[in-house]
């Protein structure tokens, strides 16, 4: 079982749609971020959290301590906003552990 | 520089030959990251250096994986005798400074292809 497990793993949306793309992790953790990869591209980092919720733009992210939970919500969504979203955690050991992604199409 | 670059992006190489992958941070940052990310697969840690020390190589997949950074900036991976297993996106980050209320900085990515 991987340490940092996402959901869903491939999500298709109509333009304009709320969408929740969900990570959940089993280890102790100080920060979780939240990560934006475009096919070919590199990574961008889109928010870093330890607690309650992060807002920039349309895309709001959530983390819940207790239940090692944390979302990733865009409003309104937008074609440019097709990706792969990645969660990654770091842990005790000093690394950042990364999800294996969310694969993001949104449709005009 | 403005962001963390890689180099080269894209890299064929036949089985057995050596290859050097190299990053460039952003200038003054202290820690860095390489990561190795399959076809489809998040990225999974290799090594990790805070300025010039290596911290933390327990990713690195075998002896034939070697990395350094031996002024503090400038990193290069080196991978020996390359296997069809070694294709990957190799990326690199860097941060400011240590620990987890940093902010990490990817670099674009160099994509190895072993034929």
């Known amino acids: 079982k991987n340490e940092v497990e996402q959901s869903p793993q491939n999500l298709t949306a109509q333009e304009g749609e709320f969408i929740t793309i969900n990570c959940s992790y089993s280890?102790?953790?100080?920060?979780l971020h939240w990560l934006q990869q475009h096919p070919g591209g590199g990574i961008v980092s889109l928010f870093m959290l330890s607690s309650g919720k992060k807002k920039h733009g349309r895309l709001i992210a959530t983390i819940n301590i207790q239940e090692k939970h944390s979302s990733l919500h865009i409003t309104a969504s937008h074609p440019r906003d097709s990706a792969v979203y990645i969660c990654a955690v770091w842990g005790a050991t000093n690394k950042l552990i990364f999800g294996t992604g969310t694969l993001l199409a949104v449709q005009p | 520089g403005a962001g963390v670059s890689q180099s080269p992006r894209y890299k064929v190489a036949k089985r057995g030959q050596d290859v050097a992958l190299r990053c460039d941070p952003i200038?003054?940052?202290?820690?860095l990251f390489w990561y190795q990310q399959a076809l489809g697969q998040g990225p999974e840690f290799l090594t990790y250096f805070q300025n010039e020390a290596q911290l933390d190589k327990s990713g690195l997949p075998s002896d034939r994986f070697f990395a350094e950074r031996p002024e503090g900036s400038v990193s290069t991976l080196k991978i020996q005798r390359t296997q069809q297993e070694d294709s990957a996106v190799y990326l690199c980050a860097s941060s400011r400074l240590t620990g987890a209320d940093t902010e990490a900085f990817f670099g674009q990515g160099t994509r190895l292809t072993v034929v």
């Open positions: 280890v102790g953790i100080s920060a």
């Open positions: 200038s003054g940052h202290v820690s």
